[in-house]
Antibody
Framework: EVQLVQSGAEVKEPGESLKISCKGS????????IAWVRQTSEKGLEWMGL????????RYSPSFRGQVIISVDKSISTAYLQWTSLRASDTAMYYC?????????????WGQGTMVTVSS | QSELTQPPSVSGAPGQGVTIPCTGS?????????VHWYQQFPGRAPKLLMY???YRPSGVPDRFSGSKSDTSASLTITGLQAEDEAVYYC???????????FGGGTKVTVL
């Protein structure tokens, strides 16, 4: 079964750092683009950035460039989303998703989501 | 403000049909990118429902159909069933953002 399994929910304080993970299985992880998508009730679904595991080629949405870091360890089929200094506004559900083929295409596999809560 | 525009909600009685429009611009739908649709139930991740306007992944009932017109697309559910009550999102790609863009989501209520 093709799946993306994300790390568990996190509760952090403003200013703390955080790295959440997304492990792929059931397919050739290195050869499919992976994206991170944020979901909030206020703004809905927002693309944050994407990465190609085979060569770590990464691209960021203008809204998130400089705010997060996307990385990958293809040896363990795992992608990461990282913050160096969290803010309350980072409170959201985060999904890792797989592109069916090109980055212009649909997102055919979704992780179960990681809820991040940032509060003092 | 989402890049793609959807109505917040639509409703219909069981057995009826509903259509969800998704309006974009010349930098996304109008740039000939595909439009894809996702279904999300409360507490669950979105699931791919339709891709490239009209193609259904395996297991998606044929009461779901899609179409395109210039800078817009639509998802139609015919023969509405109680299990179709969910939030539906459209998605395309955008030349300005170099990545996916989403609609704000439409909640379908089965009366």
């Amino acid at each position: 079964e093709v799946q993306l399994v994300q790390s568990g929910a996190e509760v952090k304080e403003p200013g703390e750092s955080l790295k959440i993970s997304c492990k792929g299985s059931g397919y050739s992880f290195s050869t499919y683009w992976i994206a991170w998508v944020r979901q909030t009730s206020e703004k809905g679904l927002e693309w944050m950035g994407l990465i190609y595991p085979d060569d770590s080629d990464s691209r960021y949405s203008p809204s998130f460039r400089g705010q997060v870091i996307i990385s990958v360890d293809k040896s363990i089929s795992t992608a990461y989303l990282q913050w160096t200094s969290l803010r309350a506004s980072d409170t959201a559900m985060y999904y890792c998703v797989r592109f069916i083929d090109r980055v212009e295409d649909s997102l055919d596999v979704w992780g179960q989501g990681t809820m991040v809560t940032v509060s003092s | 403000q989402s890049e793609l525009t959807q109505p917040p909600s639509v409703s219909g009685a069981p057995g009826q049909g509903v259509t969800i429009p998704c309006t974009g611009s010349s930098s996304n739908i109008g740039a000939n990118y595909g439009v894809h649709w996702y279904q999300q139930f409360p507490g669950r991740a979105p699931k791919l429902l339709m891709y490239d306007y009209t193609y259904r992944p395996s297991g998606v009932p044929d009461r779901f159909s899609g179409s395109k017109s210039d800078t817009s697309a639509s998802l139609t559910i015919t023969g509405l069933q109680a299990e179709d009550e969910a939030v539906y999102y459209c998605q395309s790609s955008d030349t300005r953002l170099s990545g996916p863009v989403f609609g704000g989501g439409t909640k379908v209520t089965v009366l």
